[in-house]
Each structure stands twice: as C-alpha cells, then as structure tokens.
C-alpha cells in the first residue's frame, strides 16, 4: 500500500508517524522545512518563530505524542511573564509556569517539524498536482515530473489549498469550499540591544495587534533581543494585498503604541504574510475520507485553529485510515 501525503505540517506527520507502519508513505511540501506553521525565520544573528508561537495540551492523546520530545528537550515549557494590553494599557499580568505549560520547540520552533519527519520520507520543495493513472493516483511536480503512483492520496494542506488540490469529484469537496480560514501578518523586529520590557508574551486587544513577545525570551534561543508581532485576524483580511513597506510601516507604528516605546531604531526589520492561518470552531470536526476515490483529508481546520487541534485531526484520520488498509 503507497499513500501520499500533501502537506508536512503537524496533521501530515502526525498521519504519517501513525501510518509508517502500515503503509509506504512519502510526505511532499512546497517549503524549505517540516513542520507548517510551527516554523522558524533566520536572520543572523537574529531568530523569529514567525507562525505558532506557543500550545498547550488539553487531551491525553496529545500529552501522550508530546511526551518523547519534552523527554529529548525538543519541546520544553515557556514560563514567559504573561500579560493582557488593552490598546495600549496593561490591564493583566500573570506568570506562566509549569503547572499549566505553555509548550515552545526547543532551540526553536521548527525543531519539532526536524524531529518529527527524521524517520520519515519528506520530499520538500516539492510542489504538487494528483491525476487519476486507472486504479491510482500520479503525483507530478511542477515541472511535470513523475514523482510516483500512489493507492491513495491525503492532503493536510489549508483547506482552501486542499480543495484545489482534490478533484471535484472527492466526497466533500463542497465541504471544503465552505470553509475559509483567516490571514495573519507577522512583523519580525531584531535589536541590537534589549528594550526592557516589563513582559515576554501580551495578548492584545481593541487594535490591530493581537499578539506581542519577547521571542529571545522563549528557552534555548541566543541573546540577541527580537520581537514578534502578530496582526489580528480581521486586519490582515482586509489588507492582506497591501505593498509589503505599508503594512510594516502600519504594524510598526502600532507596535510603538501599544508598548510605549519606539522601534523604529531596530537593526532588523522582516514582515510574512500568512494568508491561511487561522480558522474558528467548526460544526463538523471528522477528519474526510472518501473511500471509493482513495483521498481523504484532514488539518486544523478541521477543528479550529490550534497546534493540538492539527494533531488530533491527523491522529483521527490514521485510525480510520488503518482499518481501511489492513
């Protein structure tokens, strides 16, 4: 049995690490590294975990697939000094800690996708197209190379990527056209030196900011002082196609704002434009599985938009996907 699976973030190897033994699985993704959204952004000397910047596990099934990475130091827990802002008013403060943790990829984020696919078949750079060949599914790239036949064909991608990757004819392609998930900007600053703030991670409201933290704060990282902004939700929407100069002048600004001191001096200045990365709470949360057409698919958006939620997705579809290949 040859499965292929498109998309390495979380749900992707999380079907893929629950499948190995069963079938001969390859992994393809059109990025530079495993992992999707639980990333890291280079720029020496400075560090960004530019997409997720945190999870928590709720379920015993998650604890349970998080357990050997916090055991190798992959993961570990970010006791950051925790508060609410308010526009630009801190109307909150609390301390992070280990009885309730607050998990980051150990030296970075992107050290969980590296742990993760290690005993995996991942083909990155590899961007994609499925056609029927008979009783199968070709997979091609880009330039229109064989890159195998394969008996059935999952997609982890964003829904909306999935929906044009899956041909009309899947069980719950309408599904997938109803769904939409939301943008987000995420403004990278680099310091020569700190700014001392009196915190390491704000959630903000009542701006067009939703998220503000101290990355070099988070365990492992080096002592060079970075911030990482993220954009609400509705902003990006709405701006998503702004020129890049003017949605970095406008998050830099509000930055100012809400912290109450001037970035504008800082040494390095990044911005990435994340047009699926957020989806709110659905309705119907199974994982999709056509099994007279061999596809099926699964993510957070199947969920919500949440690390753990991409997990569960994933570990779901690969029960269901075990008993129909054994």
Known sequence: MKIAIIGAGIAGLTVAYHLKDFADIVIFDKSRGAGGRICTRYAKPYVFDHGAQFFIARTNKFKNFLEP????????????KFVEIKKDKIISRRQWDNDNPHYVGSPTMSSIGKYLSQDLNVQLNSEISINRSKDHWQIVDKEGSDQGVFDWVISTAPVSQSAILLPVDFKFHETLLSRKMMGCFSLMIGFDDSLNLAWEAALVSEADISWISVNSSKPGRNGSFTLLVHSTNSWAEENINQEKDAVIEHLMNETSKIIGKKVYDANHIDLHRWKYAN?????????????????????????????????LSGFDL??????LIN
């Open 279 to 311: 989806i709110k709470k659905q309705d119907v949360e199974s994982p999709f599985i056509d099994e007279n057409n061999q596809l099926a698919a699964c993510g957070d958006w199947c969920i919500k938009g949440r690390i753990e939620s991409a997990f």
């Open 318 to 323: 690969a029960n269901e996907m075990r008993s």
């Open 69 to 80: 990475m916090i055991e190798a130091g992959v993961i570990q827990s970010w006791n950051a």
